[in-house]
């Protein structure tokens, strides 16, 4: 994307392609060109000494991770690297289970903490961390700051104890280029921590047997990419009685800020100077089992830490930007045609607005398929058969609409999407009948607006779901989602001035999984998470790229409850002047 783009192009620009693995290395012409030639990331002059600041605290809202209180807990180093020169290059350690705290399979909770440090100038990076070609983790950088920047993040990834309870390959993959300009590395250190189970924190349920769908590569990204291969083969044990998928995916390129795609009747409307990304702002991430929709997801709205205006996120980082979420479906009425002893076709894909519902380059995406076994021993091949099937393989209703001033002046566009789908299925296990049921709802709405050649531009887009599974009337999985997202991009006086105003920006989720630790009243309900963000940003620089001064302000209300805990915080990050300082009230 060249530097004298729409706004919300140029915006990209700060972010550039670092969160693709699909450039080439060593780097062609025309990618070299791109990485040496945008609009710099945002930098300050360095404080010197005495008054040189500390390194920026940078950080993410979250809850605490609910652990055991008063029991065993083991923390151990796994790795502590420098990505650097890393594209293309993950680091791959051997794993092995903690003997300190009682026997892994038991282990009652299992976090993973990062705390990466940095110092440069460099765009943010996508990060993914896998244990046995099972993604767990799926992260991003903080932008560094000339005098340093340091965070730090959690992650509960006790529902992987039957991967981590075993000795494996860990697979930490960030993609980071090094040139003249761009000099920030990522100091890394990734911990393990398990605790072992108390009278009041008994061992949560979890699959018995956790599959991957990705590369299954011994020393590159576990991320498959699409458009490309997604399809793989999978054998499932005969006795499996339930079966649900985890699903990670993430724009990239051209498909990063998918939800500010123009629809691409209008894209010619547009100077070509714009380079605005087209097929339009609908997205839906599909699985497919020997060629049947089986699950779908509406994906999050992420914005990483240089999206916009990077000083949106100094200090506080954009929603989910360190752990991005992952989606889910429930598979299990399907399995009666899948515990043959036979491998069978499982099929991640993008479903997008270009022709065929084609999308751009590209999306990175994996999954891990969650087992439960039947427990009957010996063990009871599991039979049965689909009762009824609505999944069209794309919405029913999915309009577009727009209005293109005289001139091409402005051009607006609405976008919509609608669907209702259901799964029915009788399954036959070694502990008696199961009747399967799976349904949901999907909806989008999108609007944008463009001015001054695509310099300008307004974006606001809501996407909604809820699915849920009841096996014989009990329910098993349920996961209803709210994404909100406004979004203002003036980049008419770029590369002068330019500035960026959000909000409402939300992730709002109610899940309940069929595993996991049950809370103080002795049942599993469902986790909700609700957070809102709200922020501007404004940028001026002297004619010879030095920053003359700058401002941004974001705040962010966030809470969570489940598990018979509750949790509720609010935060403020503001930034002023020519040398950036930065500060935080936390409430």
């Known amino acids: 994307m060249s530097p004298h783009l729409s706004a919300l192009g140029v915006s990209l620009l700060l972010l550039l392609l670092p969160l693709s693995s699909a450039l080439p290395s060593p780097l062609s012409p025309s990618v070299e060109r791109l990485i040496l030639q945008p609009p710099p990331a945002l930098s300050f002059p360095p404080f010197t000494d005495p008054t040189k600041q500390p390194p920026l605290q940078n950080y993410q809202l979250h809850h605490p991770p609910v652990v055991p209180r008063g029991g065993k807990s083991c923390t151990v180093e796994l790795l502590q690297y420098e990505f650097a020169r890393s594209w293309d290059l993950p680091k791959v350690i051997d794993y092995t289970p903690v003997t300190d705290c009682g026997p892994p399979n038991e282990w009652a909770a299992i976090i993973l903490g990062l705390e990466v440090t940095s110092s440069g100038v460099q765009f943010d990076r996508l990060g993914s961390i896998s244990l046995e070609h099972i993604e767990v983790w799926r992260t991003s950088t903080a932008e560094p700051t000339l005098d340093g920047i340091v965070w730090t993040a959690d992650k509960d990834v006790t529902r992987f104890r039957p991967v981590f309870a075993r000795p494996g390959k860990l697979t930490f993959d960030e993609n980071n280029l090094i040139t003249d300009h761009y000099t920030g590395r990522f100091n890394t250190t990734l911990r393990i921590t398990v605790y072992e189970p108390t009278d009041d924190s008994p061992s949560p349920a979890t699959a018995d047997v956790i599959l991957p769908l990705s590369t299954g590569s011994e020393d590159k990204s576990q991320?498959?990419?699409?458009?490309?291969?997604?399809?793989?083969?999978?054998?499932?044990?005969?006795?499996?009685?339930?079966?649900?998928?985890?699903?990670?995916?993430?724009?990239?390129?051209?498909?990063?800020?998918?939800?500010?795609?123009?629809?691409?009747?209008?894209?010619?409307?547009?100077?070509?100077?714009?380079?605005?990304?087209?097929?339009?702002?609908?997205?839906?991430?599909?699985?497919?089992?020997?060629?049947?929709?089986?699950?779908?997801?509406?994906?999050?709205?992420?914005?990483?830490?240089?999206?916009?205006?990077?000083?949106?996120?100094?200090?506080?980082?954009?929603?989910?930007?360190?752990?991005?979420?992952?989606?889910?479906?429930?598979?299990?009425?399907?399995?009666?045609?899948?515990?043959?002893?036979?491998?069978?076709?499982?099929?991640?894909?993008?479903?997008?607005?270009?022709?065929?519902?084609?999308?751009?380059?590209?999306?990175?995406?994996?999954?891990?398929?969650?087992?439960?076994?039947?427990?009957?021993?010996?063990?009871?091949?599991?039979?049965?058969?689909?009762?009824?099937?609505?999944?069209?393989?794309?919405?029913?209703?999915l309009a577009t609409t727009g209005l293109i001033s005289k001139g091409n002046k402005t051009i607006s566009t609405q976008v919509g999407s609608r669907r209702s789908w259901w799964v029915e299925g009788v399954l036959q296990t070694g502990a008696g009948e199961v009747r399967v049921r799976t349904e949901g709802r999907n909806w989008m709405s999108n609007s944008q607006f463009y001015a001054d050649g695509g310099m300008y531009e307004s974006i606001s887009h809501l996407s909604t779901s809820s699915a849920l599974s009841t096996h014989s009337g009990r329910r098993k999985l349920s996961d209803s989602t709210s994404y909100p997202l406004t979004l203002t991009t003036n980049y008419t006086s770029y590369p002068y001035q330019y500035s960026a105003r959000l909000g409402p920006y939300g992730y709002h989720r109610s899940l309940l999984l069929p595993f996991g630790a049950e809370g103080s009243s002795g049942r599993r309900g469902a986790e909700k998470t609700q957070s809102m963000q709200h922020g501007e940003a404004e940028v001026q620089k002297w004619k010879n790229g030095t920053v003359e001064w700058a401002r941004s302000g974001t705040t962010e209300e966030y809470s969570w409850e489940g598990r018979g805990e509750w949790w509720e915080e609010e935060a403020k990050g503001e930034c002023r002047a020519r040398r950036l300082r930065c500060r935080s009230d936390d409430g």
Do not use: C
Not at 246 to 252: F, Q, R
Not at 288 to 306: E, R, S, V
């Open 223 to 397: 991320m498959m990419r699409f458009p490309g291969e997604t399809r793989k083969k999978l054998k499932l044990p005969k006795n499996t009685a339930e079966a649900y998928i985890e699903i990670l995916a993430t724009g990239n390129g051209d498909e990063e800020f998918w939800y500010g795609n123009i629809p691409s009747h209008f894209a010619p409307y547009l100077p070509p100077s714009a380079e605005l990304p087209a097929r339009g702002p609908f997205r839906e991430i599909q699985l497919w089992i020997d060629g049947q929709l089986a699950t779908i997801i509406n994906p999050f709205p992420i914005l990483y830490t240089g999206g916009a205006n990077p000083l949106l996120w100094r200090p506080m980082a954009s929603l989910r930007a360190f752990d991005v979420p992952s989606g889910w479906g429930d598979l299990t009425a399907f399995l009666g045609g899948l515990t043959d002893d036979k491998e069978h076709a499982f099929e991640l894909r993008v479903l997008g607005q270009g022709k065929g519902g084609s999308v751009n380059e590209n999306w990175f995406l994996t999954a891990s398929l969650h087992l439960i076994l039947d427990s009957t021993d010996p063990p009871v091949r599991t039979t049965g058969r689909l009762t009824a099937y609505r999944f069209p393989p794309s919405p029913e209703e």
